[in-house]
Each structure stands twice: as structure tokens, then as C-alpha cells.
């Protein structure tokens, strides 16, 4: 079956970094846009970062820009997403997602979804 695992999750300080990772299985992932998305409490979910098939282009929300890389590695079937100078506001659960269409990833619901990550940043 078709799966995503999300890791890397965790409490970090103010203007500091942390790494999140997404693992896949039971797909052809390199035929497949992915992206992270994140929801904070009493929030809607919200895109932050997309990448196409081949990693050749990339799709950041404003408020992520110059802090967030979004990267994939094909060969082992993973997505990443390091982000840097951490905000208060960046707390939320992250969750990564996947579908054929890079659009979709961007400006819609994609297909597939892992159960997410918990990312908290504290003052």
C-alpha cells in the first residue's frame, strides 16, 4: 500500500533549525509531485513547499521563503524539508503529500498523505 512517513518532528528554539524528513512506499515516486503542508491548532492546513517529479522546480509559501529547502532524493525515495530561522508562528503539525500533478501538490488537495509530524518552536 501506498505510504508516507513522516520523521524529524520535535521542540526547537526560536531561531533555530531542524530537518524533516518523508520516506515512500508503494508508489513510483519519482512519477509523483511531493509536498509539505502544516496545520497549527484551531488552523486550516496550509501549503508551505512543493517540488516536481525530478526536483526541478520548487514552490514555496511567502511566509516560508529563504528559510525553508525542499529537496528529494529519488534513488532513496524521500522528500526533505530543513528549515532555518524558526519561528514562533511556524509551530504546527507538518505532514507530507504526494500526487501526480504538481498543480494539485500547489493549489489543491494532493492524493496521498502521511500522518504528520509535530514541529513546536518556543521562545
Known amino acids: 500500500q501506498v505510504q508516507l512517513v513522516e520523521s524529524g518532528g520535535g521542540l526547537v528554539q526560536a531561531g533555530g533549525s531542524l530537518r524533516l524528513s518523508c520516506a515512500a512506499s508503494?508508489?513510483?515516486?519519482?512519477?509523483?509531485?511531493m509536498g509539505w503542508f502544516r496545520q497549527a491548532p484551531g488552523k486550516e492546513r496550509e501549503f508551505v513547499a512543493a517540488i516536481s517529479w525530478s526536483g526541478g522546480s520548487t514552490y514555496y509559501a511567502d511566509s516560508v521563503k529563504g528559510r525553508f529547502t525542499i529537496s528529494r532524493d529519488n534513488a532513496k525515495n524521500t522528500v526533505s524539508l530543513p528549515m532555518n530561522s524558526l519561528k514562533l508562528e511556524d509551530t504546527a503539525l507538518y505532514s507530507c503529500?504526494?500526487?501526480?500533478?504538481?498543480?494539485?501538490?500547489?493549489?489543491?488537495?494532493?492524493?496521498?498523505w502521511g500522518q504528520g509530524t509535530l514541529v513546536t518552536v518556543s521562545s
Open positions: 503529500a504526494a500526487d501526480p500533478r504538481l498543480v494539485v501538490v500547489v493549489s489543491a488537495t494532493p492524493a496521498v
Open positions: 508503494g508508489l513510483t515516486f519519482s512519477s509523483y509531485a
